[in-house]
């Protein structure tokens, strides 16, 4: 089975996170990204002891988000280098290799971007509602 890749971030301060982070900007560097094999019969992943062996890969994404009049403006931009280490007898064309995984990786970056947007959104009703609640407290 196939499972999510495990990743290890941090952002431009060091801090593995970036919704802490009061500025309208931040940006994420990616320093391992490990692909996982997923048992489908028990759902646990295995992951790789040494990814380096297998990949390669340097990704970097930046956000920012301004306040608008309807809500919160967010962007989000990334760039990722991919080298898969295949062995010089692999079979299979390199040309051939790089049209099956292309979509492969668009789509996860897609994914993840998704994801992270998804992520904020919900953070953001969290706050909303702590919000609310609070002003009915102030109310009372």
Excluded at 2 to 24: E, H, I, K
Excluded at 36 to 53: F, H
Excluded at 111 to 137: I, N, P
Aim: with cysteine; charged share 25%.
């Amino acid at each position: 089975g196939r499972a999510p890749p495990r990743s290890q971030c941090l952002d431009s301060r060091g801090a593995p996170t970036f919704f802490s982070r009061p500025s309208m900007w931040v940006e994420v560097s990616v320093l391992e990204t490990n692909p996982g094999l997923m048992d489908a019969a028990s759902g646990e992943v295995e992951y790789q002891e040494d990814p380096g062996e297998l990949i390669e890969t340097n990704t970097k994404v930046v956000m920012r988000w301004r306040q608008v009049k309807t809500g919160l403006r967010v962007s989000q931009e990334a760039s990722q280098r991919f080298l898969l280490k295949v062995p010089g007898w692999f079979p299979v064309p390199d040309a051939v290799i790089e049209a099956v995984l292309r979509p492969f990786i668009e789509q996860s970056i897609a994914g993840s971007q998704r994801g992270v947007v998804e992520r904020l959104q919900d953070l953001l009703r969290a706050a909303d509602s702590q919000s609310e609640r609070k002003g009915a407290l102030h109310r009372a």
